[in-house]
T-cell receptor
Framework: EADIYQTPRYLVIGTGKKITLECSQT?????MYWYQQDPGMELHLIHY???????EKGDLSSESTVSRIRTEHFPLTLESARPSHTSQYLC???????????FGAGSRLTVL | AQKITQTQPGMFVQEKEAVTLDCTYD???????LFWYKQPSSGEMIFLIY??????QNATEGRYSLNFQKARKSANLVISASQLGDSAMYFC??????????????FGTGTQLKVEL
């Protein structure tokens, strides 16, 4: 039973479109993360947040942006999608003092 | 900076056999945590097992055990009695600080495990 939800699971869009990937968690976790994963490759951290109104860029440079207006919600936005943005995007969260990240099911984005 | 190395891009194992997936890491931190995640073809990341750098005992969770050799900087995953449902990609990961501080989980490139009849 997932406590962290990502929508859409799959998205195919054209170049230049604006898209928002939604991520919500019901565990009250302060820390949330976005990872990008190309097929068959490792995960790379692109954004993270320590709490409301806190966002930081991760190790991998990304043209996407994030916001954290509510604890449970951490959406990722691409203002103008390009084929190079085709990837899987995984959202995760972690409670204070916890070691383990809980991941959502992922959003697979294809930009034509 | 931390680095995780998984040298086995793919592994095959027969059902009911045990298999070891290799993971070595590099860090200058004294305190860190090591993780293994499973990623089926559906894409979600499933947490399997965790080992803190100061834990003296190797971690075990059901059929999963972590062979932690701190001096060699290795954290191999052992899956006993493999099942067909174990077929998936397996990622080793590390995060600095055992106590919960330190934000970034660094992943290896993964090992694709295929369990055969």
């Amino acid at each position: 039973e997932a406590d962290i939800y990502q929508t859409p699971r799959y998205l195919v869009i054209g170049t230049g479109k604006k898209i928002t990937l939604e991520c919500s968690q019901t565990m009250g976790h302060d820390k949330m993360y976005w990872y990008q994963q190309d097929p068959g490759m490792e995960l790379h951290l692109i954004h993270y947040s320590y709490g409301v109104n806190s966002t930081e860029k991760g190790d991998l440079s990304s043209e996407s942006t994030v916001s954290r207006i509510r604890t449970e919600h951490f959406p990722l936005t691409l203002e103008s999608a390009r084929p190079s943005h085709t990837s899987q995007y995984l959202c995760a969260s972690r409670g204070d003092g916890a070691n383990v990240l809980t991941f959502g099911a992922g959003s697979r984005l294809t930009v034509l | 900076a931390q680095k995780i190395t998984q040298t086995q891009p793919g592994m095959f194992v027969q059902e009911k056999e045990a298999v070891t997936l290799d993971c070595t890491y590099d860090t200058s931190d004294q305190s860190y945590g090591l993780f293994w995640y499973k990623q089926p073809s559906s894409g979600e990341m499933i947490f399997l097992i965790y080992q803190g750098s100061y834990d003296e005992q190797n971690a075990t969770e059901g059929r999963y055990s972590l062979n932690f050799q701190k001096a060699r900087k290795s954290a191999n995953l052992v899956i006993s009695a493999s099942q067909l449902g174990d077929s998936a990609m397996y990622f080793c990961a590390m995060r600095p600080s055992v106590t919960g501080g330190g934000n970034k989980l660094t992943f290896g490139t993964g090992t694709q495990l295929k369990v055969e009849l």
